[in-house]
Each structure stands twice: as structure tokens, then as C-alpha cells.
């Protein structure tokens, strides 16, 4: 199940007037924020409970991209292949491949996910035109090992203008007139700038 990214006290530590709405109505809140980051980001930044199997598609004969089925942990990473029958009979062995980047988990800016699994000594079938095209199954936990810092602040963020201005509403003054209008806060025209500039780097090419 997909979590939050922050809790209801880590919120209420960053707004302090919010100590008297509903605890369920604030871990809604932060709910929704971290499914629009995810969504907004293209990749999700929670890790899977347990291994589930993808199918994945391999674009040359040497480095199978996961594209946005990116692997959290490596422990018990089974990889098997199809010769074109949809069976996937054949487990490749352990020190047939290797993930990449290797040095993932222990990058400067906090734990990171593998995006890539490169072959050593063996090739990915690379399917025809014609025939299957889905031919490595890739089993693990995917997601990201941990939640950045930086995503976590903007969910808190992001949260906050939810639960606080649900609506979005904006005012300002023009010619002497008040004027206020109304943005949904959980779009990405309703983030402020400062917000998805902080998730910036975190976002995939294709969802910009």
C-alpha cells in the first residue's frame, strides 16, 4: 500500500495551528500531497513491502533499462527470460548481471534506486517486430529505498496549502480593487513555484 511521506506530526511541527483539525483529516491531506508528487514526478518514492514480478522490455542486446519500474533493494532480485513462448523458463544467474548504477545506495544525496540492469557475459533477448516483445521478467521490490529529504518537505508543503487554502484562493490588489480567485491546491498550476522547483530534480524527463 502506498505511504504518506511524512506524518501527521511532522506537519503539525511545521504548522503549528493545524494541532486542532482532525488527525484523519491531516493524514488525508499528506496522502494526497505525496500521490500528486508522485504523480507530478512520475516515479513513486516508497518502497514495496514485498517482490512483485514486471515484464520489461529490453531495447538492445546489453543493458535492460527499468524505466519507471526502478529497484529499491536488491535482496532477492530474480531475473528469467522468454524465448518467445510466454513462459519465462529460464532464471539468468546472479553473476550473469549486475544493477546499475552499482553505487546506488550509497549515493551523497541519500540512498537511490537502480534504473538499469546491465548483462555480463550474457545479452537480453531483444524480441522481433513480429513476435513478443515483453521477454525479461524482473522480480523485486520496487520504489525508492527511502524518502528523500527534499521530497518529504515539499509533501509537508504541499500538504499544508491543502488543509489550510483547499480551494486555492488567491488575492491581490489591482488598481485599488481586491480581487481574489481560485486555483485547485493540489495542481501542479496550484503548487507554488518554490515547491516544484524543489521537486525538480527528482522528476522524470517524460513527466515534464
Not at 62 to 82: N, R
Request: net charge neutral.
Amino acid at each position: 500500500m502506498a505511504n504518506a511521506y511524512a506524518s501527521a506530526a511532522d506537519l503539525i511541527a511545521r504548522s503549528p495551528s493545524l494541532a486542532s483539525f482532525d488527525p484523519v483529516e491531516l493524514d488525508n491531506a499528506l496522502t494526497a500531497a505525496s500521490r500528486w508528487i508522485d504523480g507530478y514526478c512520475g516515479r513513486k518514492f516508497w518502497l514495496d513491502p514485498v517482490a512483485t514480478s514486471r515484464v520489461l522490455r529490453a531495447a538492445n542486446l546489453y543493458v535492460l533499462d527499468l524505466g519507471e519500474h526502478e529497484i529499491g533493494s536488491s535482496t532477492g532480485v530474480i531475473v528469467k527470460t522468454d524465448s518467445g513462448a510466454g513462459t519465462f523458463a529460464t532464471t539468468v544467474s546472479a553473476s550473469a548481471y549486475m544493477l546499475e548504477p552499482p553505487n546506488a545506495p550509497y549515493s551523497s544525496a541519500g540512498p537511490r534506486p537502480y534504473t538499469s540492469i546491465r548483462g555480463i557475459g550474457t545479452s537480453w533477448p531483444v524480441a522481433s517486430a513480429y513476435g513478443r516483445r515483453e521477454l525479461v521478467q524482473v522480480t523485486a521490490r520496487y520504489g525508492w529505498p527511502e524518502v528523500p529529504a527534499p521530497v518529504r518537505e515539499a509533501c509537508l508543503g504541499v500538504a499544508v496549502t491543502a488543509v489550510e487554502n483547499p480551494t486555492g484562493v488567491r488575492a491581490e490588489a489591482v488598481d485599488g480593487y481586491s480581487v481574489s480567485y481560485s486555483r485547485n491546491a493540489l495542481t501542479d498550476s496550484g503548487v507554488s513555484a518554490t515547491l516544484r522547483a524543489q521537486l525538480a530534480p527528482y522528476r522524470r524527463s517524460w513527466a515534464v
